[in-house]
């Protein structure tokens, strides 16, 4: 077994990410994984990413708080907002976009390939 606690969990820093505050709990610097590697976001008021695309699979899970997603693949694109527990998967190749556009500050677990 490997235990991360979330006060000695690694922060780490992403392109095209602002007002996030984001630290690598599982994988990577994290400590082993086999297959992926988990990392939980503190997104504040206003804060989010760029809408960028990347060729693996992402998980997201709201653990507390508001969370607006746009995902484009193509010529459709969806915007949903993820309540707590809520989540959403973004394919190989689709573009998403995260925003909190609420006053309180969102938690969101984040689950990708090892790749």
């Known amino acids: 077994m490997h235990v991360t606690r979330i ?15 984001m630290r690598r709990i599982q994988g990577r610097e994290a400590g082993p994984a086999d297959t992926v590697w988990m990392g939980v976001s503190i997104i504040e008021p206003g804060g989010g990413t760029t ?4 060729a693996v699979e992402k998980f997201y899970l709201v653990l507390d708080g508001e ?7 193509g010529d ?14 973004i394919a190989p190749g689709e573009s ?10 969102c938690a969101v677990l984040l689950v990708m390939p090892n790749a």
């Not at 809408?51 to 990347?54: Q, V």
């Not at 459709?76 to 998967?89: P, Q, W, Y």
Request: proline share 6%; aromatic share 2%; charged share 20%.
């Open 96 to 105: 998403r976009q995260l925003h909190n556009r609420s006053a309180l500050p």
């Open 51 to 54: 809408a960028t695309a990347s």
């Open 7 to 21: 006060n000695q969990a690694l922060p780490y820093e992403a392109p095209g990410h602002q007002g996030m505050h």
């Open 67 to 73: 969370l607006e997603v746009t995902a484009e693949l």
């Open 76 to 89: 459709a694109k969806e915007t949903a907002v993820l309540a707590r527990h809520d989540s959403c998967r």
